[in-house]
């Protein structure tokens, strides 16, 4: 099956930072989703991203798709920013996602 | 409703027990997912409703879990004999689809089941 490998595992940002993280997958895909899970458990859609670039707020997202992989970009951090940053493709079928291990961000005031 | 509910928020439940989650999807949205996350881990495909389609069940790990859907409404993840391997969070989603497959999931706040 496809393989979604998420770098890096683990992320420490003074508030203010950028950061990138970065998804790839090993094959084509029909979908990419792009979330946040707080320190709650609750699962946050960032973006749905197949393709090309989105911006909202202080976060952003481009995959390329021909490429296979896709970045997420975090400016001017938060410590709300704070929890596991994870990607889902769907490749092998429609509606199979398969998630990456995720990114553990900690943004320290 | 206004987003995914799930139900009940935690259970515990003794090994060899049955233990039956409930999903409630977005109004309208078309396609279910259950996903299952251990402690610490990423989220494990579980099985997928799309419609009236025959669900995509690849991802139940052994014949204990089974899944149904009612139309396109309310799902229910049944885990018979628990074992405590079984003990995780339970995630359901919801979203719409269309000719080009499905579209933004949406999660639920999920099931935390500890099998003791």
């Known amino acids: 099956g496809i393989q979604v490998e998420q770098s890096p595992p683990d992320l420490i940002l003074q508030e203010g930072a950028n950061s990138t993280l970065r998804c790839n997958f090993s094959?084509?895909?029909?979908?990419l989703q792009w979330f946040h899970q707080n320190p709650w458990g609750q699962l946050i859609n960032l973006f749905y991203i197949p393709s090309g670039t989105k911006q909202n707020g202080r976060l952003s997202a481009t995959t390329v798709a021909t490429e296979r992989y896709s970045l997420l970009y975090i400016s001017s951090s938060q410590t709300t920013d704070s929890g596991v940053y994870f990607c889902a493709v769907d490749g092998d079928s429609w509606g199979k996602f398969q998630f990456g291990a995720g990114t553990q961000v900690v943004v320290t005031p | 409703g206004a987003g995914v509910s799930q139900s009940p928020s935690n259970k515990v439940t003794e090994k060899g027990k049955d233990v039956e989650l409930r999903c409630d999807p977005i109004s309208g949205h078309t396609a279910l997912y259950w996903y299952r996350q251990r402690l610490g881990q990423g989220l494990e495909f579980l099985i997928y409703?799309?419609?009236?389609?025959?669900?995509?069940k690849s991802g139940l790990p052994s014949d204990r879990f089974s899944a149904e859907r009612t139309g396109e409404s309310v799902s229910t993840l049944t885990i018979q004999r628990t074992q405590q391997e079984d003990s995780a969070v339970y995630l359901c989603?919801?979203?719409?689809?269309?000719?080009?497959?499905?579209?933004?999931?949406?999660f639920g706040p999920g099931t935390r089941l500890t099998v003791t």
């Open positions: 409703f799309q419609g009236n389609s025959a669900p995509d």
């Open positions: 989603a919801s979203s719409l689809a269309g000719a080009g497959g499905p579209y933004e999931q949406y």
């Open positions: 094959d084509s895909v029909n979908n």
